[in-house]
């Protein structure tokens, strides 16, 4: 699991430490990543969609979640992907 963020990566690392996430917290500042996923729709837009996207072992979108609540949002993915 990764997380992005336009942040910078210090203020991505003071996140993630305060959190405690348990993943990586990447920086897009020039919002690149952000458009390849659909998380934004031009480079000029100042704050993303909150979306998951799912990517198998072979590097191929399984699944795009639109819209997440992130308090409830892993524990239903995994369950998913458990087959639960």
Known sequence: ??????????????????????FPLLSDRDHSVALAYGAVKTLGDKW????SILIDEN????RVYEQV???AHPASVLAEILGA
Request: proline content about 9%.
């Open 69 to 71: 609540d992130p308090r």
């Open 59 to 62: 590097g191929l979108v399984e």
């Open 48 to 51: 993303p969609s909150r979306i």
């Open 1 to 22: 699991m990764l997380g992005v963020s336009f942040d910078t990566p210090d203020e991505n690392a003071a996140f993630a430490k305060k959190l405690q996430l348990g």
